[in-house]
């Protein structure tokens, strides 16, 4: 089995899966409204095919970026030398966000689309946090957002493979059919997901980890890492966290 979004099938099927359900755009309008316009670098982790990042460059930010995922990144390139972007290797790199490394500062550091959760061991998350915390100038800020952990759905077991949603295979057209399965570990807060692609009478398994994080868990760590002038949302529209929101998105300053 392959891990989170390192395999070829995700990467090619990873656009039509964030436009399947309107957060994609959502992220997308807010963390454009963060960043354009700023002077300094940007830089967003994790951003897998550059379904948020072709835009930015499109939009004149100086962003960078990295992903941990070659078959990912793959796409990114491909897309971006097609848009003229000729020096797209230089700016986009196949880093870890434990341990990423850069030689300069940015103003502003993004973390969309749930990517964080995919750091599954708090020393992981202090380690990234602390490295953030190090690449950002003064003020400069970390913008991220993840879901508000629901303890009514992470209880409910499921025993069968869900449907998720019928993709096309842009090389050969050919239906990849996206089922999935949870297995939640309460006591280390880690969601197993199964992920099940079916094409062509082959099944194709890829696991994903993620762990979730509670409101109060990430304050802290936020404050264990040294950030300041926390705030967190409910909503892309920056209306409070309330019990029916479904969203933590937050800002943090060092
Ligand atoms: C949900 S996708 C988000 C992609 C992109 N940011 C977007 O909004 O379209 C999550 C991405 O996180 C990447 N990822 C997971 N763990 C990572 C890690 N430790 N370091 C860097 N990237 C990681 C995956 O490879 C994947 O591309």
Redesign the pocket.
């Given at each position: 089995m392959d891990k989170?979004?390192?395999n070829k099938l995700?990467a090619l099927i990873?656009?039509q899966y964030?436009k399947s359900s309107d957060r994609?755009e959502l992220?997308?309008v807010f963390y454009l409204n963060e960043i354009k316009d700023i002077k300094g670098k940007v830089l967003?982790?994790?951003?897998?095919?550059?379904?948020?990042?072709l835009k930015y460059l499109e939009n004149g930010v100086d962003i960078y970026g990295?992903?941990?995922?070659k078959e990912?990144l793959e796409i990114l390139y491909q897309k971006g030398f097609e848009k003229g972007f000729s020096n797209i290797k230089e700016i986009i790199t196949q880093?870890?966000?434990?341990n990423?490394s850069y030689p300069f500062k940015f103003s502003k550091i993004l973390?969309?689309?749930?990517?964080f959760l995919?750091?599954t061991t708090q020393e992981?998350q202090i380690n990234?946090l602390k490295n953030i915390y190090d690449h950002l100038e003064d003020k400069g800020q970390l913008i991220l957002n993840f879901f508000k952990p629901n303890l009514k759905s992470l209880v409910t077991k499921t025993e069968e493979y869900d449907f998720f949603e019928e993709f096309i295979n842009p090389n050969n057209n050919e239906k990849i059919k996206l089922s999935f399965k949870n297995q939640v570990d309460l006591l280390k807060q880690i969601i197993a997901i199964d992920w099940k692609f079916e094409t062509e009478g082959k099944e194709y398994h890829s696991e994903m980890k993620v762990r979730w994080i509670y409101k109060p868990e990430f304050e802290l760590l936020l404050k264990l890492t040294g950030f300041n002038n926390v705030k967190v949302y409910g909503n892309f529209d920056k209306t409070p966290v309330t019990k029916e929101s479904n969203e933590l998105i937050w800002i943090a300053e060092k």
């Open positions: 989170n979004y390192e995700w990873y656009e964030d994609g992220e997308y967003e982790i994790a951003c897998g095919t550059g379904s948020k990042f990295f992903d941990i995922s990912m880093q870890n966000m434990a990423f973390i969309p689309a749930r990517s995919h750091l992981d990234a």
